[in-house]
């Protein structure tokens, strides 16, 4: 049986499109405070930096941050893998797609430089933080997308895919690549397979606890999700 064709993809930037275990946080965070323990799990920047600091962050740590996340992700702007191929196959079937990020604007624009087509700005800054549905339908909203029918959101961040959830997209997570694990290709691939099976059955569970539709490694993989999800749809299946 034929499948349906998506209707949009949406995307997190950093640890999907770019940035291989989405290091761009973190490392910034690192480097600016390297004897304080980083906080777990995926936040945004604002939201980190409180968490580590043990409260509000003033005015000059902000900008510090900001200026590190800048040049970290100058180091980071390298596309994951998959991610070339699918976006020329977007393109060339003209499915609109649109990436979506929780850093500032300049390392946002530094990451999307990587991109094969990349987008002048990303969609839905100004909204209400993840894991409000807000972004979502203002991303699609500025892809003149009329109908929420067939839109796939794609991330490894959980608070992206609760906002996807929340605005009545499909979902496909992202374990190996995105904040779960957080490591960097080379440390990936430097795991023993029984350390890498381990940590990526934890992401992909966590992933899958929160609703995703489907669970994969990369956007290498993401074929088969595609397909399921337009099955899922020629058969009256909503999300």
Same mark, same amino acid.
């Given at each position: 049986?034929?499948?349906?064709? +998506?209707? =949009?993809? #949406?995307?997190? %930037? ?7 275990? *989405?290091?761009? $946080? &973190?490392?910034? @965070? ?65 499915? +609109?797609? =649109?990436? #979506?990020?929780? %850093? ?7 990451? *999307?430089?990587? $991109? &094969?087509?990349? @987008? ?84 992909? $569970? ?34």
């Amino acid at each position: 049986m034929p499948h349906t064709a +998506p209707t =949009a993809l #949406l995307f997190e %930037l950093s640890g999907c499109l770019v940035d291989f275990g *989405a290091r761009t $946080l &973190p490392v910034s @965070l690192q480097r600016l405070h390297p004897d304080t323990e980083l906080p777990a799990g995926a936040h945004c920047p604002e939201q980190a930096l409180s968490e580590l600091l043990g409260r509000p962050p003033q005015a000059q740590e902000r900008q510090a941050l900001q200026q590190m996340l800048a040049t970290v992700a100058d180091e980071h702007a390298e596309l994951t893998p998959g991610a070339a191929p699918l976006l020329q196959q977007l393109q060339a079937q003209g499915t +609109p797609w =649109a990436w #979506l990020d929780s %850093l500032p604007a300049d390392a946002s624009a530094r990451l *999307a430089e990587a $991109l &094969p087509a990349p @987008l002048a700005a990303g969609a839905g800054r100004n909204a209400r933080p993840w894991p409000a549905p807000d972004a979502c339908w203002q991303a699609l909203s500025q892809l003149q997308v009329e109908r929420l029918d067939g839109c796939i959101l794609v991330s490894g961040n959980p608070l992206l895919l609760r906002a996807g959830l929340n605005a009545g997209c499909w979902t496909i997570g992202l374990a190996a690549c995105g904040p779960l694990c957080g490591l960097a290709p080379a440390d990936w691939q430097a795991l023993s397979g029984s350390e890498r099976e381990r940590l990526r059955a934890q992401a992909t $569970l966590q992933l899958y606890r929160l609703g995703s539709h489907s669970v994969i490694d990369h956007l290498g993989e993401i074929g088969p999700s595609l397909a399921d999800i337009g099955m899922r749809r020629s058969k009256g299946e909503k999300p």
